[in-house]
């Protein structure tokens, strides 16, 4: 079985909206406005690309990173590799940036069952909360920025459920006051 890793910057009260600069959201830009730049933070980017052998996406982040991904460098690794969207309303995919579509949470799971290493979910926040609330996440890596943004899109759902145990994998606080948490969850 493939596991399923969610990776996404979040606020310490777990928004995810706008990290990166995204129009719409009145705290967009949050990661690189309001918080020192250090490299040692991102490491962990650099080693996903390298260990995930693929990306899935929602149909929101895919039409934002379809037309810019491609063309960033820093992204090489994610450029190569396969990419789905989880989608009901996407007609077909952006020849930018090819992709297959899945229409519901069940393909998903069909995919997690087939040969490959991990799958990662980026952006996509709408996408990681049913993934999270359908038990399909195996592990969070997660940039936990030190800052309270109040709205916002949240990383998780406020589905009332049965409790989720996690099991930490790794952390470390930086210099900025970043905090990596890599968890997995416990099934």
Not at 90 to 108: F, G, K, M, N, Y
Not at 141 to 151: D, E, I, K, S, T
Not at 162 to 185: F, H, M, P
């Amino acid at each position: 079985m493939r596991m399923l890793i969610v990776t996404a910057f979040t606020s310490l009260d777990g928004v995810v909206e706008g990290p990166g600069g995204e129009p719409g959201y009145r705290n967009s830009g949050w990661t690189f406005r309001d918080v020192a730049f250090d490299p040692a933070a991102y490491e962990i980017k650099g080693r996903e690309q390298e260990e995930t052998t693929a990306l899935l996406l929602g149909r929101t982040s895919y039409e934002a990173f379809a037309p810019v991904w491609p063309t960033m460098d820093d992204f090489a690794g994610y450029n190569a590799m396969p990419r789905y969207v989880v989608s009901t309303t996407l007609a077909a995919q952006d020849d930018r940036w090819p992709a297959t579509i899945l229409r519901s949470l069940d393909e998903v799971a069909a995919l997690k069952e087939t040969d490959g290493g991990p799958i990662a979910v980026h952006g996509s926040a709408t996408l990681a909360r049913s993934l999270a609330d359908a038990g399909l996440v195996d592990r969070y890596h997660l940039l936990v920025f030190p800052l309270l943004l109040g709205a916002g899109k949240r990383l998780w759902s406020e589905t009332d459920k049965d409790t989720q145990k996690l099991s930490v994998r790794e952390s470390q606080t930086y210099a900025n006051g970043i905090v990596k948490l890599v968890y997995d969850v416990v099934h």
